[in-house]
């Protein structure tokens, strides 16, 4: 999907509807602006329910200060000024109440941009907002003061957070990303003490984001090819929207009876993907004009290694995400669908997916099928789509319910002789 060939109003539209979908702004919270190449300030309306908006709901602010629209502005729209002023590179602005940075604006503590590494640079460094009366010139002053420093992210105190971008979608994920980043941190502080990565490591990962490799002319796409095709974007929308995925990050793979295999783009939106989006690998030819997830070499050593793996996910949902930044182990012992399903889950060092793709491969085995790679992501792989999308449910769901015990008490897990019944039953492998 072309953004760019959206009308302002449409785009605001378009990105409330998931900002409030996701449970990050409430009914009467949040507003979102674009600023037109002529002047003009498209925003959504005060006192308007976020979950009903339509295109006529919005609001143009001229350059001499005239509203059109059939309500009235965001009572925040003086801030949105504010930032077009000091900032003539910005061309959208963002502002919501997620509870996961509410939660660090009503500490005032910045959270930590450095735990994985998309973050840091999607987000840059973070500023913060002394706080002001909602509405107010105040306000304005106190947020564009950050933003002439240079920030293009902004906690407000004791509110929320502004997010300046070249776009809508830019600014949308850099929000995307900071909530997610901010919800995994708060877990881990539950679990454990969350670790960060140096400078150097966030440098080296960002050097990796696109794949070299020659091209193939795809002259003709079977049967099989087209319903997995459509198959797999089926379940990368339904990742995305229970939020095992962000718009940028996570990524489906599956092997085709020919031995290539179907991966999902690099940087493309996940919500939007359509079956032509998707890239397809043969031996070490990627289709022509397409750019493949940065993890396609792991992928296809796996396949390579592995003949009981037919699909391979690789995610950074919140909970699992909160084990991979600490130290506590992620325990499949806690009820028999999750040991079913995730076995033994090894943590992996920081960019061995990278580094050596090879050795990381041969980690999965038919009683590993899930692996953590420290700050970085999980690996799940399983026999079919819906195996892998199962297993990586089954294990955000898992950790979910271990971080909860924290407030209950001591997880009391399967003992070895109840697993070895687990086992013979279900006839998994040693």
């Not at 949105?80 to 939660?103: C, E, F, G, T, W």
Request: charged share 25%.
């Amino acid at each position: 999907m072309n953004l760019n060939m959206l009308h302002p109003a449409d785009q605001l539209v378009m990105f409330m509807e998931r900002i409030y979908g996701y449970g990050m702004t409430t009914t009467s919270g949040g507003n979102l602006s674009i600023l037109d190449d002529n002047g003009d300030i498209w925003i959504t309306p005060g006192s308007i329910d976020k979950g009903s908006l339509t295109r006529k709901d919005m609001v143009c602010i001229k350059p001499d200060g005239t509203i059109e629209g059939i309500h009235k502005p965001s009572s925040e729209y003086p801030f949105h000024q504010h930032i077009y002023k000091a900032r003539p590179d910005l061309k959208a602005v963002l502002h919501a109440h997620p509870p996961a940075l509410v939660a660090f604006s009503i500490v005032r503590k910045l959270p930590n941009t450095s735990m994985i590494p998309n973050v840091k640079f999607s987000c840059g460094e973070i500023g913060l907002a002394k706080y002001g009366l909602p509405g107010s010139d105040d306000l304005g002053a106190k947020i564009s003061e950050e933003f002439e420093k240079g920030f293009n992210t902004v906690l407000l105190e004791n509110h929320g957070v502004v997010i300046g971008a070249e776009s809508m979608f830019d600014a949308f994920k850099s929000f995307e990303t900071l909530d997610f980043s901010a919800r995994i941190e708060i877990d881990a502080h539950n679990i454990g003490t969350p670790t960060s990565l140096t400078d150097e490591q966030i440098e080296w990962y960002k050097s990796r984001q696109h794949v070299v490799m020659d091209e193939f002319v795809a002259n003709n796409i079977s049967s099989e090819e087209k319903a997995l095709r459509s198959e797999m974007t089926k379940f990368i929308r339904r990742a995305y929207n229970q939020e095992l995925f962000t718009s940028t990050q996570g990524t489906f793979s599956q092997r085709l009876s020919d031995g290539s295999f179907i991966i999902t783009p690099a940087l493309k939106d996940r919500k939007y993907l359509e079956a032509e989006d998707l890239v397809k690998i043969s031996g070490n030819l990627k289709e022509m004009g397409k750019m493949p997830s940065r993890s396609a070499k792991l992928h296809s050593e796996i396949y390579r290694l592995h003949p009981h793996i037919n699909s391979i996910i690789i995610a950074h949902p919140p909970c699992m995400m909160a084990f991979a930044v600490t130290d506590a182990p992620l325990d499949s012992k806690t009820i028999p669908e999750s040991y079913i399903l995730m076995r033994n889950i090894p943590k992996l060092e920081f960019g061995a997916n990278y580094l050596k793709p090879e050795k990381t491969a041969q980690v999965f085995v038919e009683h590993t099928p899930i692996a953590l790679i420290k700050n970085d992501c999980a690996i799940i792989t399983g026999s079919s789509l819906l195996n892998a999308f199962d297993r990586l449910e089954v294990a955000e769901y898992s950790a979910r319910a271990i971080i909860a015990t924290r407030d209950l008490g001591d997880v009391v897990a399967i003992n070895k002789e109840e697993i070895d019944d687990i086992e013979v039953a279900f006839h998994l492998a040693k």
